[in-house]
């Protein structure tokens, strides 16, 4: 079973990758407080279709070059979509 992680897209700079922050809530093992912990990936993006804001599913696969490992499943929400749906709550 492949790894699959959800997150969201920091950058889109790159040709067919993007680099996509994942927050996992952690509770310090001494004081019980919970805490956000994130992770940086670069994921594989054949189509260019990612682009910054949106939310997306990566999945674990072979090495595709020295950092790249992970590749884009699906897109969960776009950014678009949600300053649509802002914009409708607005009015």
Request: with cysteine.
């Given at each position: 079973?492949k790894k699959r992680l959800k997150g969201e897209v920091i950058s889109?700079?790159?040709?067919?990758?993007?680099?996509?922050?994942?927050?996992?809530?952690?509770?310090?093992?001494?004081?019980?407080?919970?805490?956000?912990?994130?992770?940086?990936?670069?994921?594989?993006?054949?189509?260019?279709?990612?682009?910054?804001?949106?939310?997306?599913?990566?999945?674990?696969?072979?090495?595709?070059?020295?950092?790249?490992?992970?590749?884009?499943?699906?897109?969960?929400?776009?950014?678009?979509?949600?300053?649509?749906?802002?914009?409708?709550?607005?009015?």
């Amino acid at each position: 079973m492949k790894k699959r992680l959800k997150g969201e897209v920091i950058s889109d700079k790159m040709d067919k990758t993007v680099i996509v922050k994942v927050i996992e809530n952690e509770k310090h093992p001494l004081y019980k407080k919970t805490i956000k912990v994130f992770a940086k990936f670069k994921a594989h993006d054949e189509t260019n279709a990612c682009k910054v804001g949106d939310t997306v599913v990566i999945e674990e696969c072979r090495p595709i070059s020295k950092e790249k490992h992970w590749r884009v499943v699906e897109i969960v929400s776009s950014k678009e979509e949600n300053n649509d749906a802002l914009r409708s709550i607005e009015t």
